[in-house]
């Protein structure tokens, strides 16, 4: 079955320090999804993404985020520098796009980011 | 007054009973209706997606939606110690970036 890639698993940085994420949707999904689930609350949405074009990214903190996916594949999200409040579980999630089954968003397993 | 209310639990029943999860919401505009499993320290599993108001079953798994109200529920019958697990509803309006507005989640304990 195929699925949402993610790496790495956990990851403990320091603040102040730069740290990035990669995910690799399923295959032939145009959509990508980067969410934020801090512990006890429901995924936030931080970037969406339509093919390599940024659909939605309102909520994506830019001062110190940034989101690319530059061949409209995989994706990669970086935070620099971290701060102790970015500890949180990082989701990636990808959809087959517009038509049918657009709405229907497929996750990973999460980065787990620990900023000490 | 978020978008998307929750009640997190937890809760906790024995092997075989009725679960009932609920979410209410107050954005008119969703129509799509989802609801997630989530193992401790893994990603959120889809399990129902329904459209609009109605009911969808699946298997033990039936989710409610109630437009008028504002109220969705999913249901597990014979719950087993495995469904033990965080439950999260999430819904999206039509058209829009779909992005997914989600609940805080509910903790289930199926005991044996």
């Known amino acids: ?116 | 007054q978020k978008e998307v209310e929750q009640d997190p639990g937890p809760l906790s029943v024995p092997e075989g009973a009725i679960v009932s999860l609920n979410c209410t919401y107050s954005n008119s505009a969703f129509q799509y209706f989802m609801w997630y499993r989530q193992y401790s320290r893994k990603g959120p599993e889809l399990l129902m997606y329904t459209y609009s108001s109605g009911n969808k079953e699946d298997g033990r798994f039936t989710a409610q939606v109630d437009k008028s109200s504002k109220y969705i529920s999913l249901f597990i019958r014979d719950s087993q110690p495995s469904d033990s697990a965080t439950y999260l509803c999430a819904m999206t309006s039509q058209g829009g970036s779909e992005k997914l507005v989600f609940g805080k989640g509910t903790k289930l304990t199926v005991n044996p």
């Open chain 1, 1 to 116: 079955e195929a699925e949402v890639a993610q790496s790495p698993r956990y990851k403990i940085t320091e603040k102040s320090q730069a740290v990035a994420f990669w995910c690799d949707p399923i295959s032939g999904h145009a959509t990508l999804y980067w969410y934020r689930q801090i512990l006890g609350q429901g995924p936030e949405l931080l970037v969406q993404f339509q093919d390599e074009s940024v659909v939605d990214d309102s909520q994506l903190p830019k001062d110190r985020f940034s989101a690319e996916r530059l061949k409209g594949v995989d994706s990669t999200l970086k935070i620099q520098p971290a701060e102790l409040g970015d500890s949180a579980m990082y989701l990636c999630a990808s959809s087959s796009g517009p038509g049918q089954g657009r709405y229907e968003q497929y996750f990973g397993p999460g980065t787990r980011l620990t900023v000490t």
